[in-house]
C-alpha cells in the first residue's frame, strides 16, 4: 500500500519556525499536497509539488524529494492562528486520487 | 460565489436504519469524492467519481454506495447503518482529471446509537 507517516503532535512557540515531517513510500505517488485543518473544520488546500525541491507561499514553505519519499511543510513567523491539524497527502496518478496521512496536530503556545 | 454543500450538518440514527447524506457543488467539477474522518485515522476515502454515472471504491466503500445522476450532486447511502459508520464525513470536489486541489464541504457529523 501507500503508507504516509507523520508525527502525530507538535509544540511549537508564537513567533518561532517549524518544520512538519512527513515521509511515505517511494513507489505510486506523483506528488505530494498539504492540507491545513482547524479544528471542527473543513480540510483547507495549503501547497502542491510534483518536482524536488522548495516552494515558497509566503509564510509557509514545502519541500519535497522524490527519491526519498520525503516531504516537509516548513511555517515561519508562527501566528496562533497556525494552531490546526496539518495533513499530508500523496497524490496517486495511476488511480486519479489522493491518500491522505493522519495529519500532525501543531499547538501554537503564547 | 462557487461552493460545496453538505447536509444535514449533524446527524443521529440508530443502528439498521438507512441514511443518505447530501452533497452538492456549484464549481461545475467533474470530480467528487466522499471521506471519513476518524480519531488517528485522518480522512479515509469512501467513493469517488469522475463524472455523470462514474462511480468508484475507495478503501473503506464497504456499507456504503453513492450515485452520480448529474455533475452537482453526489449524495452517500449507508444502507444499514452500524455503530462502526459513526464518524465526520467531508464531501470534496475537484476540476481536471490530474493532481487537482480539492474543495471541502463543511462536513456531517453522524452518529449512529
Known amino acids: 500500500g501507500q503508507n504516509i507517516d507523520q508525527p502525530t503532535e507538535m509544540t511549537a512557540t508564537e513567533g518561532a519556525i517549524v518544520q512538519i515531517n512527513c515521509t511515505y513510500q517511494?513507489?505510486?505517488?506523483?506528488?505530494l499536497f498539504w492540507y491545513q485543518q482547524h479544528a471542527g473544520e473543513a480540510p483547507t488546500f495549503l501547497s502542491y509539488?510534483?518536482?524536488?525541491g522548495l516552494e515558497e507561499k509566503g509564510r509557509f514553505s514545502s519541500f519535497l524529494s522524490r527519491s526519498k519519499g520525503y516531504s516537509y511543510l516548513l511555517l515561519k513567523e508562527l501566528q496562533m492562528k497556525d494552531s490546526a491539524s496539518y495533513l499530508c497527502?500523496?497524490?496517486?496518478?495511476?488511480?486519479?486520487?489522493?491518500?491522505f496521512g493522519s495529519g500532525t496536530r501543531l499547538s501554537i503556545r503564547p | 460565489d462557487a461552493e460545496i454543500t453538505q447536509s444535514p450538518r449533524h446527524k443521529i440514527t440508530e443502528t439498521g436504519r438507512q441514511v443518505t447524506l447530501a452533497c452538492h457543488q456549484t464549481?461545475?467539477?467533474?470530480?467528487m469524492f466522499w471521506y471519513r474522518q476518524d480519531l488517528g485515522h485522518g480522512l479515509r476515502l469512501i467513493h469517488y467519481?469522475?463524472?455523470?454515472?462514474?462511480?468508484n471504491k475507495g478503501e473503506v466503500s464497504d456499507g456504503y454506495s453513492v450515485s452520480r445522476s448529474n455533475t452537482e450532486d453526489l449524495p452517500l447511502t449507508l444502507e444499514s447503518a452500524a455503530s462502526s459508520q459513526t464518524s465526520v464525513y467531508f464531501c470534496?470536489?475537484?476540476?481536471?482529471?490530474?493532481?487537482?486541489?480539492?474543495?471541502f464541504g463543511p462536513g456531517t457529523r453522524l452518529t449512529v446509537t
Open positions: 509539488n510534483v518536482l524536488d
Open positions: 497527502a500523496g497524490f496517486l496518478g495511476s488511480a486519479s486520487k489522493i491518500i
Open positions: 467519481s469522475y463524472g455523470v454515472q462514474d462511480t
Open positions: 517511494t513507489s505510486g505517488f506523483n506528488g
Open positions: 464549481w461545475n467539477h467533474n470530480n
Open positions: 470534496a470536489s475537484s476540476e481536471g482529471t490530474g493532481a487537482s486541489e480539492q474543495y
